[in-house]
């Protein structure tokens, strides 16, 4: 619990619910034996499913991962021969993604386990319940942006190992 403004106790709500619901998911995608991937693979397979080859940007946009987490977990997918990341022909500055023959394969799995649980939790919803999801996760999401870009100059990360006394 942490001291809300008016001096009563906060407890914590949203964030717990909204990561309880993440691992849910994630233990979901990994839970089904044809689909070998992470819950952050299984995302962007899913999205280059659903819109094709797209501008490495609208993946970053979509899913807001810090650009080195997205650029292993892309890493990781070509590995796998699913993805191929080309120079974007009309920006050779930015790369476009898209799906091989087998990642097409996995996609459309992941596409179709996803799109069956989302189906069963609609089914238990209102559509004002579904808007009221998106509008509050939609406010995490602003909120934990704006918080982060107000953090002020003095208040520097902490350098990487400083925190268990190793420099």
């Given at each position: 619990m942490s001291d809300a403004p008016d001096g009563r106790r906060h407890r914590l709500r949203l964030v717990p619910n909204l990561e309880r619901a993440t691992h849910a998911v994630a233990v979901y995608v990994q839970s089904n034996g044809d689909v070998e991937c992470t819950q952050a693979e299984a995302n962007v397979l899913a999205f280059l499913h659903e819109r094709g080859d797209?501008?490495?940007?609208?993946?970053?946009?979509?899913?807001?991962?810090?650009?080195?987490?997205?650029?292993?977990?892309?890493?990781?997918?070509?590995?796998?021969k699913l993805v191929v990341r080309r120079r974007n022909p009309d920006d050779g500055r930015a790369f476009v993604l898209s799906l091989t023959r087998a990642g097409s394969t996995t996609a459309r799995a992941?596409?179709?386990?996803l799109t069956k649980l989302e189906k069963v939790v609609a089914s238990r919803l209102t559509e004002s319940d579904v808007a009221s999801f998106v509008k509050v996760t939609g406010a995490l999401v602003e909120a934990a942006r704006g918080v982060r870009?107000?953090?002020?100059?003095?208040a520097a990360p902490v350098p990487a190992g400083a925190r268990h006394g190793l420099r």
């Open positions: 797209s501008p490495l940007a609208d993946v970053h946009a979509s899913f807001g991962h810090r650009r080195s987490t997205l650029t292993s977990v892309i890493a990781r997918l070509e590995d796998r992941v596409s179709a386990h870009k107000r953090r002020p100059r003095s």
